[in-house]
């Protein structure tokens, strides 16, 4: 049973488009976290979120942690081709960390 | 700042051979350690964690091994590889108290 799920699997988009993904549990998270990995690579920390409805940006990127704390949402505004990867969300829970399976983003130019 | 170095990038090795995957850390001290082993292009399996040195907490059942022997030094070995051992393992750190992780660039192992 995957106790953090993202959607959707798989996303490919023209450049410039908008997208948002998503992390959904139904368990309550003290924080949450995203990563991206590109090919190749370790996965790379993005943002932690810890407060419910909590709202952070990282440039074209906002990302958002549910009232609840039990879910959180990675928006992309104005996608480039830079963006492309996996993103991965996970949650901390019970002095664990707990990963999504992950969202496999494309942006083709 | 803090770096986290894996070796060997990748490695290919006959089933039923040892392995010795090794990671380091620089530039913080006593850090939370894990290994992971991701499938293509999908999620972490978490494999080993260590709090300190000596420690090592087992995930996964599996004829795989972790140790600890420095501060900053992690290492994952098996004495007899399987075909499903196959995959790409990352180790990662983490401060003590934290949650967030980062990761080393990663190892591909392929076993034939």
């Known amino acids: 049973t995957q106790l953090l799920e993202q959607s959707p699997q798989f996303l490919s988009i023209q450049e410039g488009e908008n997208l948002t993904v998503y992390c959904n549990s139904s368990s309550v998270f003290s924080s949450l976290q995203w990563y991206r990995q590109e090919p190749g690579e370790g996965p790379v920390l993005l943002v932690t979120v810890v407060t419910g409805g909590e709202v952070k940006k990282l440039k074209r990127l906002t990302f958002q942690f549910g009232d609840a704390r039990k879910d959180s949402s990675l928006h992309i505004t104005a996608a480039q081709p830079g963006d492309t990867g996996l993103y991965l969300c996970?949650?901390?829970?019970?002095?664990?960390?707990?990963w999504g399976a992950g969202t496999k983003l494309i942006i083709k130019p | 700042s803090q770096t986290i170095h894996q070796w060997p990038a990748t490695l290919v090795q006959p089933v039923g051979s040892p392995l010795s995957l090794e990671c380091t850390v620089e530039?913080?001290?006593?850090?939370?350690l894990y290994w992971y082993r991701q499938a293509a292009g999908r999620g972490l399996q978490l494999l080993f964690y260590?709090?300190?040195?000596?420690?090592i907490s087992s995930e996964v059942p599996q004829n795989l091994s972790a140790s600890r022997p420095q501060d900053r030094q992690f290492i994952l070995s098996s004495k007899k590889l399987l075909l499903s051992d196959s995959g790409f393992y990352l180790c990662a750190w983490g401060g003590q108290g934290s949650y967030e992780q980062y990761f080393g660039p990663g190892t591909r192992l392929t076993v034939t």
């Open positions: 530039g913080t001290s006593n850090p939370n």
């Open positions: 996970a949650g901390t829970r019970n002095y664990q960390l707990i």
């Open positions: 260590s709090v300190g040195i000596g420690q």
